[in-house]
């Protein structure tokens, strides 16, 4: 059975399908643009919650590692890179061991966003936490988070350290193996409040809207949004891309949310390959009835765990360049259409958090759509 809030990159991700050989030239890999008006910003903060103890580093405060993006003013500067040099060392040397083959297939360490260290627009932008699922950086999302950007939002993304690889000023730490996840769970959801608490302090606090804020997360990310949202009043709006609800890891299946939440799932899940939709899923299931506020079900039925995260963009290009092993590959980011797929998630993206964060009207819920022929919406 898979278990959709464990570390992507090094199960059903990057790692896992490039059992190739290694290339004497690393295949060069780019980010798609952001779809949306605005030039994008970025800035990285280091935070420290003195009043929490690590779990996982006795006797240490509780160290997080967090981004900003944002509409910003057009500027001349370099892009920032997708991934730190020790993230991106971090994925390069952990697919030799798991997949036979030596680093370097891939040139992790080079590839740039479309952001740069910018001005903020001037104005008062809703606010969208990104949480990263199991064994993932917070910026294997980037291609979710540059759009919603672009689109005008403030998007603050949180790696929540020993939850995945975290690359700090002086040092980076792994992901813990065989965490105990109902600890995780919590600390994450602790991380989330400790984040809101924080914005208000920031240079970029001028440009956010804090009484408008969403959050959105892969895997245990999606699963951390809606235990988030249990404890967590300031949020007013969750989605969960395709992460387990697992009852025994937290309470969001037994209680649902009394606020607008989008479940968006792709491909099958659990032993008996069942569809990951709140029609077939028990967890998702006991959530959805347990919901009372707004809810959507949005199912790309020939997507998988990793169509959610940036390995849907970046493993094509790989497989153009050094062809990936085809059952690797779909199992992890199915056989649907990379950029329909894509577009599509950005697409609801936007008009889930339009529709809450800014009441902007949409039909996009209203039913299947002609210009998304991969989604299905789950009544």
Do not use: C
Not at 364 to 377: E, I, T
């Amino acid at each position: 059975m898979r278990t959709r809030y464990k570390a992507v990159v090094g199960a059903v991700g990057l790692t896992a399908v490039m059992a190739v050989p290694a290339a004497a030239e690393p295949v060069a890999l780019a980010l798609p643009r952001p779809s949306g008006p605005f030039p994008v910003g970025t800035t990285e903060l280091h935070l420290v919650d003195h009043s929490r103890t690590d779990p996982w580093a006795p006797g240490r405060s509780r160290e997080l590692m967090i981004s900003l993006w944002y509409p910003a003013m057009p500027a001349l500067k370099a892009p920032s890179r997708h991934l730190s040099a020790g993230i991106a060392a971090f994925y390069d040397q952990t697919a030799g061991p798991s997949a036979g083959l030596d680093p370097g297939v891939a040139d992790f360490a080079r590839t740039r966003t479309h952001a740069r260290t910018a001005i903020a627009l001037p104005g008062r932008r809703p606010v969208i936490l990104y949480s990263p699922g199991g064994g993932q950086s917070r910026s294997f999302g980037t291609t979710l988070v540059e759009d919603l950007a672009s689109r005008g939002y403030v998007v603050v993304t949180v790696d929540h350290t020993f939850a995945g690889p975290v690359e700090f000023p002086d040092r980076v730490e792994l992901p813990v193996s065989r965490a105990d996840t109902a600890l995780m769970m919590r600390e994450r959801v602790r991380d989330t409040s400790f984040v809101l608490d924080r914005l208000g302090s920031t240079a970029l606090a001028g440009a956010m809207d804090l009484e408008r804020v969403g959050m959105v997360g892969h895997s245990m990310g999606g699963f951390t949004a809606a235990e988030a949202m249990l404890t967590e009043p300031r949020i007013d709006a969750g989605a969960n891309l395709d992460g387990s609800m697992d009852p025994n890891s937290g309470q969001a299946s037994a209680r649902g949310a009394d606020r607008p939440f989008l479940l968006m799932g792709g491909g099958t899940s659990g032993s008996d390959k069942h569809p990951h939709n709140h029609a077939h899923a028990p967890d998702w299931a006991s959530f959805w009835a347990n919901s009372t506020g707004w809810k959507r079900d949005v199912y790309l039925p020939e997507a998988e765990h990793a169509s959610f995260t940036d390995a849907q963009v970046l493993l094509p290009q790989i497989d153009q360049k050094h062809p990936l092993p085809a059952d690797k590959l779909a199992a992890a980011i199915g056989t649907v259409d990379p950029r329909r797929s894509l577009t599509a998630q950005r697409d609801y993206l936007a008009a889930f958090f339009g529709l809450h964060l800014r009441g902007q009207h949409t039909t996009l819920f209203d039913g299947d759509s002609p210009a998304h022929p991969d989604v299905r919406l789950v009544p």
